[in-house]
């Protein structure tokens, strides 16, 4: 079975504080992303990455940047964690368009929720 | 731009009854559509994938038809159990994205009491 794992399970930071959170998954997929789930709002997008070293904007960059160094770990970094960055965080992996016969899912990791105080 | 709604927001039955979950989309050209279950705290499973060239897909309980053309997809769920208490998710794939970047619908809560 595919698994996405995020190192931390809840995490409680301070405002100005640089916060990284970390996503590590073991089926070799070419693509990884991070989401932030916000009731009300749903998931958004706020990065994607589609392989090592290479990353794009999704819809809600402000305030945050990525970071993929190695094909099996893909980090956010809120340079600054403000109040409004308190949100569930989800990552995600999954394989090119295509590469399955159009078979292509997405797998999530448990989440990291984040209080920024 | 791609928006996706899911109604209702909320519903609760009792056990044992079957039930149907809606989602609905603005853009009729989509790669794929996933449904995805989530407990409350906890990240998403992925239930089902359907393919722009389907029109349903089953795994034991649960089916999930689409409809592209009326921009719609249902998720049903026969002889519904407390275990399957969650929020379930829809969310697409549009054509022409070029990655695997999903549009969610913000979940229907389902409460299934014994």
């Known amino acids: 079975d595919v698994k996405v794992t995020q190192s931390s399970r809840y995490l409680v930071k301070r405002t100005g504080e640089k916060v990284f959170l970390e996503c590590v998954q073991d089926?070799?997929?070419?693509?990884m992303f991070w989401y932030r789930q916000d009731p009300g709002l749903g998931l958004r997008l706020i990065y994607f990455?589609?392989?090592?070293?290479?990353?794009e904007k999704g819809d809600i960059p402000e305030g945050y940047s990525v970071s993929r160094e190695k094909k099996e770990r893909f980090s956010l970094i809120l340079e600054s964690a403000s109040t409004n960055q308190t949100s569930m965080y989800l990552c995600?992996?999954?394989?090119?368009?295509?590469?399955?016969?159009?078979?292509?899912?997405?797998?999530f990791g448990s989440g990291t929720q984040l209080s920024v105080l | 731009k791609q928006e996706v709604t899911q109604i209702p927001a909320a519903l609760s039955v009792p056990e044992g009854e079957n039930l149907v979950l809606n989602c609905s989309f603005t853009?009729?050209?989509?790669?794929?559509l996933q449904w995805f279950r989530q407990d409350p705290g906890k990240g998403l499973t992925s239930l089902l994938l359907i393919q722009s060239s389907q029109r349903e897909q089953t795994s034991g309980r649960l089916n999930a038809s689409l409809d592209k053309s009326s921009g719609r997809s249902t998720l049903y769920i026969a002889a519904s159990q407390p275990g399957d208490s969650a929020t379930y998710l829809c969310?697409?794939?549009?054509?022409?994205?070029?990655?695997?970047?999903?549009?969610f619908g913000t979940g229907t809560r389902l409460l299934v009491s014994p």
């Open positions: 853009d009729s050209a989509i790669y794929n």
């Open positions: 969310a697409v794939v549009s054509r022409g994205t070029g990655f695997q970047k999903l549009v």
């Open positions: 089926m070799d997929h070419e693509n």
């Open positions: 990455s589609y392989d090592v070293k290479m990353k």
């Open positions: 995600a992996s999954g394989t090119h368009l295509g590469w399955s016969g159009g078979n292509e899912k997405l797998f």
